[in-house]
Nanobody
């Protein structure tokens, strides 16, 4: 499975960005989920949001609830992350991830099989 993320960049506080991540090389089942994590300098990688293929059920980390929206296009095997009201603390490298079967959690890095390279999001205050 290959994941190609795009859409990062530099934005002022209060601004918005939309990240995209296209997956290829696998036929995904209903157990599939796609997610976004982020990692700031000097910090561990943390969960941002996830969405399941079946039913489109979405989950969010508390710091981004109400500001970020995760969505997916199953026909394109693509996941999106719409981010609004960006803050300096959102600055990080954002990684997309895919799980091909459920591993007991959608909220931790251990729940995912494949990772993209990451895209930098920088929010200036």
């Amino acid at each position: 499975v290959q994941l190609q993320a795009s859409g990062g960049g530099l934005v002022q506080a209060g601004g918005s960005l939309r990240l995209s991540c296209a997956a290829s090389g696998h036929t995904f089942s209903s157990n599939n989920a796609m997610a976004w994590f982020r990692q700031a300098v000097g910090k561990e990688r943390e969960f941002v949001a996830a969405i399941r293929r079946s039913g489109g059920i979405a989950y969010y980390a508390d710091p981004v609830k109400g500001r970020f929206i995760i969505s997916r296009d199953n026909a394109k095997n693509t996941v999106y992350l719409q981010m609004i009201d960006l803050r300096a603390e959102d600055t990080a490298v954002y990684y997309c991830a895919v799980r091909t079967f459920y591993r007991g959690t959608d909220y931790s890095t251990g729940g995912y099989d494949y990772w993209g390279r990451g895209t930098q999001v920088t929010v200036s205050s």
